[in-house]
């Protein structure tokens, strides 16, 4: 087992984790459940949702772990998934704005 970084996560047997964080991407529910498992608490899933989804935490929970409720599996439709990916791309805007102010301060 080689141990590893990957994007800070400091990792024991890092090719079993890109196999298995390979499969898990392939499908959307898994592809974002393992971005917000690396991310680690680096983004607050409560200021996440009501700032880009405008819903409550507990709404967006229930939808990220598949949770059923009045025996109906929870998930983000397609409409969501795609305004999860633009919002992931919102903040990466903004953090390559604030990372450019930084290098351009005095």
């Not at 080689?2 to 959307?28: D, P, S, V």
């Amino acid at each position: 087992m080689a141990k590893g970084n990957y994007f800070g996560l400091e990792l024991h047997n890092m090719e079993g984790y890109i196999q298995e964080r390979t499969e898990c991407i392939r499908h959307k529910g898994g592809a974002l459940s393992t971005q917000f498992d690396e991310l680690d608490g680096l983004i607050n899933i409560s200021k996440f949702s009501k700032r880009f989804m405008h819903k409550s935490q507990s709404w967006f929970s229930q939808k990220l772990h598949g949770c059923t409720v009045c025996n109906i599996q929870q998930s983000f439709s397609a409409d969501e998934y795609s305004k999860l990916a633009q919002s992931f791309r919102e903040l990466a805007r903004q953090l390559n704005q604030y990372a450019d102010e930084l290098d351009a301060a005095e």
